[in-house]
């Protein structure tokens, strides 16, 4: 098999799926530990520098984004399939970490709310599973730009959503809950025509594609006319993985915090030792 970095994935032959190779293993291993152990080193970081930092990162995110977008259309147009529209919109779930980013960096109050809360719950799990199951390797091998975008973006939206937990600069709150929604409500507004006109699957509310229950479930009820309904279904799912963030971020932070008072404790019996000796 031959192919250069920024080949395109018709033209690559005899190539099946990278997924879970032993290159796809080793990224997951380390991207799980280095987000953690980086997220913990730099959680004292000013938030005034998170917030310089998730500027730059917008930048860069969005240029690979557009250069990505531009990249693969070139080969469909080239070869006669012309543009994507079912498959190269930003409209996917996902696409909401390009689109929260400066709110989370430029934004206040609730703007500022609702990205911080979608990033730290369902862009991090997002995150989370596209490490695991990145789907651009069933398509390109992991030496490519291809799968290189996919790698770094899922990448990034993990560590991102640790980051801004573990540094404070986001509080899980239950609240959080219902404010990572209205993102994910807003892209829906926009996505939802689109796959019903194109019969697209952006946000996976029309067939949902790569996850046999939702698909399953879509073939039933369309089967029965009633698409609509799934639709609002596969959306209302977003909620309880929301909750499901907040619940671990929230126990993870209560368990820091009971090992910080206890570590305290004893320092604090100590220094009013010694002050009874002086």
Same mark, same amino acid.
């Given at each position: 098999?031959?192919?250069h ?7 690559i032959?005899?190539?099946?799926s990278?997924?879970?190779s ?5 990224y997951?291993?380390l991207v799980?530990?280095m987000?953690f ?10 938030h005034a520098?998170?917030a310089r ?14 250069a990505k977008? #531009?990249w693969?259309?070139? +080969? ?9 529209? *079912?498959?190269?919109? =930003?409209? &996917?779930t996902?696409?909401l970490f390009?689109?929260t ?5 430029w934004?206040?109050?609730r703007a500022?709310?609702?990205?911080g809360a ?14 695991i199951y990145?789907?651009?390797?069933n398509?390109?091998?992991f030496w490519?730009?291809g799968a ?8 990034s939206?993990?560590?991102?959503g ?6 404070g600069?986001?509080?899980p709150?239950?609240?959080?809950v219902r404010?990572?929604m209205?993102?994910?409500l ?5 996505s #939802?025509?689109v796959n019903? +006109?194109?019969g ?5 509310t029309?067939? *949902?594609?790569?996850v =046999?229950? &939702?698909?399953?479930l879509a ?7 009633l698409?609509?309904v799934?639709?609002?279904i ?5 909620m309880?993985?929301?909750a499901?963030?907040?619940?671990i971020?929230?126990l993870?932070e209560a368990?820091l915090h ?10 604090l019996?100590?220094l009013r ?6």
């Amino acid at each position: 098999m031959h192919y250069h970095f920024f080949d395109y994935k018709h033209n690559i032959t005899g190539f099946s799926s990278d997924l879970f190779s032993t290159p796809h293993i080793v990224y997951i291993g380390l991207v799980f530990v280095m987000s953690f152990v980086l997220a913990w080193e730099l959680r004292k970081t000013d938030h005034a520098r998170i917030a310089r930092a998730l500027k730059w990162q917008f930048v860069l995110t969005a240029i690979l984004e557009l250069a990505k977008i #531009t990249w693969e259309s070139s +080969y469909d147009i080239m070869t006669g399939q012309g543009f994507n529209w *079912g498959g190269l919109l =930003p409209l &996917y779930t996902c696409s909401l970490f390009i689109y929260t980013l400066p709110f989370a960096a430029w934004g206040k109050g609730r703007a500022r709310d609702c990205a911080g809360a979608f990033l730290t719950t369902i862009g991090l799990l997002s995150g989370g599973i596209g490490v695991i199951y990145c789907n651009g390797l069933n398509y390109y091998p992991f030496w490519t730009f291809g799968a290189f975008y996919s790698l770094y973006f899922h990448a990034s939206m993990f560590f991102t959503g640790v980051f801004l937990l573990m540094s404070g600069y986001v509080r899980p709150k239950w609240e959080n809950v219902r404010l990572a929604m209205i993102p994910v409500l807003l892209l829906a507004l926009v996505s #939802t025509p689109v796959n019903y +006109y194109l019969g697209a699957d952006y946000m996976q509310t029309y067939s *949902g594609s790569g996850v =046999p229950v &939702y698909e399953g479930l879509a073939a039933l009820l369309a089967g029965k006319g009633l698409r609509p309904v799934y639709t609002g279904i596969m959306l209302l799912t977003y909620m309880p993985l929301a909750a499901l963030m907040v619940g671990i971020s929230r126990l993870v932070e209560a368990i820091l915090h009971k090992d910080k008072e206890s570590r305290a404790v004893p320092r604090l019996q100590l220094l009013r030792q010694n002050h009874k000796r002086g």
